[in-house]
């Protein structure tokens, strides 16, 4: 296996920093405050406002955890999940919605997320688990 400073390893198969939280969320507010909290808490953080972004986020880099709102404009965040499950990513998902939907739930109970977090966040559980986690 090439280590991560190989030039031949493939863009977007190693995390380049164990700090680095993708936030992919379609409410400009929630992911500023999202993005505000990860810095306040040592975290580096990259946003992305809808799936096709994210997507392309992850064929540059790999990170080491992806805040996943699965209402997004353009298509659900679980096909995001899907597909890192289905490639193996070693990234930590952790969805976040306020979906009550019992179908849904159990596709992404099924796809077995890291956390799931019920909107709204609770910030400090939320902090906790990424500090005990990355």
Not at 26 to 40: E, F, G, K
Not at 42 to 70: K, M, N, Q, W, Y
């Amino acid at each position: 296996m090439p280590s991560m400073y190989d030039s031949r390893a493939m863009v977007g198969e190693f995390p380049t920093t164990r700090r680095r939280v993708l936030i992919v969320e379609d409410d400009a507010v929630s992911c500023q405050a999202l993005r505000a909290l990860l810095q306040r808490w040592g975290f580096d953080s990259c946003e992305c406002a809808t799936v096709a972004h994210a997507f392309d986020e992850l064929h540059r880099d790999i990170p080491p955890c992806i805040l996943l709102d699965l209402m997004m404009p353009d298509a659900s965040g679980l096909e995001l999940l899907k597909s890192i499950r289905a490639r193996g990513l070693g990234t930590r998902v952790v969805v976040t919605t306020a979906a009550n939907d019992p179908r849904l739930m159990r596709e992404v109970d099924e796809l077995r997320p890291d956390m799931l977090f019920r909107k709204p966040l609770d910030v400090a559980k939320l902090k906790r688990w990424l500090v005990e986690n990355l």
